[in-house]
């Protein structure tokens, strides 16, 4: 069970739309529509921001959107804030019951 | 409102056991769909899953820790217990519990607590 592969960081300018990717394999991300996104800032727990490839949880901005194609899972940030600044990981489930995150990536706003 | 909250020792030796509990509230453990989930972070590294438990005792433990992990709950008390054997200082880091949906994802977050294996 090896974890997903995150760009280690992306960065834009505020307004600007961003994309991190998640690639996973054929046995997690591509076989199941169970990835979701996590929004984690320095010191506080992970919040979740996506569920179920492109569902938004009550409450969660409309700038956050999800996509998946086969193996690779992506969230988009669009129109950049500066409280985007932040850790995210995505995770998939992996099948018997089991799940895997990604390795992160840290987004930095210029 | 839901709230999970995580305890247990801040401090362990190589080699012993660690013991985590996790007292939830505004929902029940009995609640079908529902269970807790424990993931662990190393200090400025990646989150990884170890393990969940549903309401109908479904249990699921991470491939690479299964054999070091039990979790088990108390449905009456709203505790979780995960308990991680033979701790070595590279288990060292913060452990949150959270709430996890069938077929979907963990949805409500702990707060995290922090734990230093070292002799």
């Known amino acids: 069970q090896s974890a997903l592969t995150q760009p280690a960081s992306v960065s834009g300018f505020p307004g600007q739309s961003i994309t991190i990717s998640c690639a996973g394999t054929?046995?997690?991300?591509?076989?199941?529509?169970?990835v979701s996104w996590y929004q984690q800032h320095p010191g506080k727990a992970p919040k979740l921001i996506i569920y179920?490839?492109?569902k938004r949880p009550s409450g969660v901005s409309n700038r956050f959107s999800g996509s998946q194609s086969g193996n690779t899972a992506s969230l988009t940030i669009s129109g950049l804030q500066a409280e985007d600044e932040a850790d995210y990981y995505c995770?998939?489930?992996?099948?018997?019951?089991?799940?895997?995150f990604g390795t992160g990536t840290k987004v930095t706003v210029l | 409102q839901v709230t999970l909250k995580e305890s247990g020792p801040v401090l362990v030796k190589p080699t012993e056991t660690l013991t985590l509990t996790c007292t939830v509230s505004g929902f029940s453990l009995s609640n079908a769909g529902m269970g807790v989930s424990w993931i662990r972070q190393p200090p400025g590294k990646a989150l990884e899953w170890l393990a969940h438990?549903?309401?109908?005792?479904?249990?699921s433990y991470s491939t690479s820790l299964k054999r070091r992990l039990t979790i088990s709950k108390d449905t009456s008390k709203s505790q979780v217990v995960l308990t991680m054997t033979n701790m070595d200082p590279v288990d060292t880091g913060t452990y949150y519990c959270?709430?996890?949906?069938?077929?979907?994802?963990?949805?409500?977050w702990g707060q995290g607590t922090l734990v230093t294996v070292s002799p």
């Open positions: 179920e490839v492109s």
């Open positions: 438990i549903f309401s109908d005792d479904e249990k």
């Open positions: 995770c998939s489930y992996a099948g018997s019951g089991t799940y895997v």
């Open positions: 959270a709430r996890i949906l069938v077929n979907s994802a963990l949805d409500f």
């Open positions: 054929s046995s997690d991300v591509g076989s199941y529509n169970l």
